[in-house]
């Protein structure tokens, strides 16, 4: 069979294939085309990524999206993966203008690509919790939580020192498949406060099973949180594992409640490749 053409993008250390499905070579609600996702995402035994994006055809949108985590499970949003996603779009002649809008399962989203920069408007965050009480990996854990169009448990630690020293996985994975949280599960952020306009976080991601270097939806929901709880205001910077900033925007409109919430960063190229079939 014919090698599949690819991008390979990374958007603040979240790496994704993307993959121009408008001819319809991937059926992509069947069970074949999640477990290409899980083989093609392997490291060192295929291209390797987070993620797989297929761009489709809308008849109201510059495109569709669908996005599946390293697992071959379908997310609603991914915020780095959109970001990847629309740069793609204009990069390649999907989208004409720099200003674009696709659709999500989240709902649809707008973005505007400046070069290699590229600022997301997503959709509006639901079911804020705050001061949950939770037995964890053994110890009791206060986390916030917010669905940012993907469900994210927020833990504030006392520093960069603690937040360094944390056991991100083993707390991560004790959190994500928390009863509290069933029966999609969910993210878990780990987040020291810098300053009224700065933090730190580090994410287990749910579908990757794993600390992940960046994670766009979870820089958004630390940067919510904080501001419910009066650490910072609008904008946040938000430092990530990889070492890259995302900017985080809103506007608060009532408790828990936050419009016009945009996420801005790089999302770069790395190389467009062909995946042989043998690979797979």
Known sequence: MEP?????????????????????????????????????????????????????????????WRFYNADGSEAEMCGNGARCAARFAFLTGVAESPELRFRTLAGIIQARVEGTRVKVQMTDPLDYRSGLELQAAGRTISVDFINTGVPHAVCFVAGTDELERMDVVELGRALRRHQQFQPAGT?????????????????????????????????????????????????????????ETLTIHFDRIGPGQYRNVFIEGEARVVYEGRLWRETL
């Open 187 to 243: 993210n878990a952020n780990f987040v020291a406060v810098l300053g009224r306009d700065r933090i730190r976080i580090r994410t287990y991601e749910r579908g990757v099973e794993d600390e992940t270097l960046a994670c766009g939806t979870g820089s958004i929901a630390a940067a919510l949180t904080a501001h419910e709880r009066t650490l910072v205001g609008s904008p946040v910077h938000v430092l990530t594992q990889g070492g």
């Open 4 to 64: 599949i053409a690819f991008h390979k993008m990374t958007g603040s250390g979240n790496d994704f294939i993307v993959i121009d499905n408008r001819s319809g070579s991937f059926t992509t609600d069947d069970e074949d085309c999640r477990d290409f996702v899980r083989k093609v995402c392997r490291r060192k035994l295929s291209a390797g990524a987070d993620g797989v994006i297929f761009i489709e055809d809308d008849p109201e949108c510059d495109f569709r």
